[in-house]
């Protein structure tokens, strides 16, 4: 006899059950204009996703086991984008935010995706992995994105700096960090 427990019997989930083909022009465009988002938004997001991908053969930027343009779209572009519906206090809202620190962002999540989103707020992409970092910049780069920056170091780097410090202890209107570990 063999005994189950209910971790034998839960159904697992793998990165394909939250696949999005971005190219889906009825799913994956239904759903970024329900964010609000435009047709060059899209498709940004869309040649992030591809972006991504082509990174990720070379530089570990998010696991490569199902590393594909449907992915990243439903498993990492979209969830970066839902932060931007969240509630913030004081009836603000992640539209009014003039800068945005996203610690630890990796390969670029939710930094990149909120920066397509939300083109009049300033980003600052913080990482302390160099290549991954340097593969955030070329591609925020080549999506055109003049509202993001990137910091090469610790988030607490940037605050205890003697020269620096002043110029970010304070100065974000939001803080995001996503599979942050202490």
């Known amino acids: 006899l063999r005994s189950t427990s209910n971790s034998d019997n839960a159904q697992r989930t793998t990165s394909m059950d939250f696949a999005i083909d971005p190219h889906n022009d009825e799913e994956a465009r239904l759903l970024t204009s329900k964010l609000g988002l435009n047709d060059k938004q899209h498709e940004k ?3 992030l996703s591809s972006l991504v991908v082509e990174w990720n053969d070379s530089i570990n930027l998010i696991s490569r086991k199902d590393c594909t343009e449907s992915v990243v779209f439903g498993r990492h572009i979209m969830p970066s984008l839902a932060v931007g519906a969240v509630p913030l206090p004081e009836d603000k809202d992640f539209a009014s935010a003039e800068k ?8 670029g999540f939710p930094g990149l995706p909120l920066a397509i989103a939300y083109p ?3 980003f600052l ?13 070329s591609m925020a780069e080549e999506l055109g994105l003049p509202n993001v920056r990137t910091h090469h170091g610790r988030a ?3 605050v205890d700096d003697i020269l620096e410090g002043s110029r970010h202890k304070g100065a974000y209107d939001i803080c995001l ?3 942050v570990a202490a």
């Open 120 to 122: 009049d707020t300033n």
């Open 177 to 179: 960090g996503r599979s």
């Open 156 to 158: 607490e780097e940037l």
């Open 45 to 47: 997001l869309v040649q």
């Open 100 to 107: 945005v620190v996203d610690v630890g962002t990796g390969g």
């Open 125 to 137: 992409l913080v990482d302390s992995v160099g290549k991954k970092l340097s593969a955030v910049q």
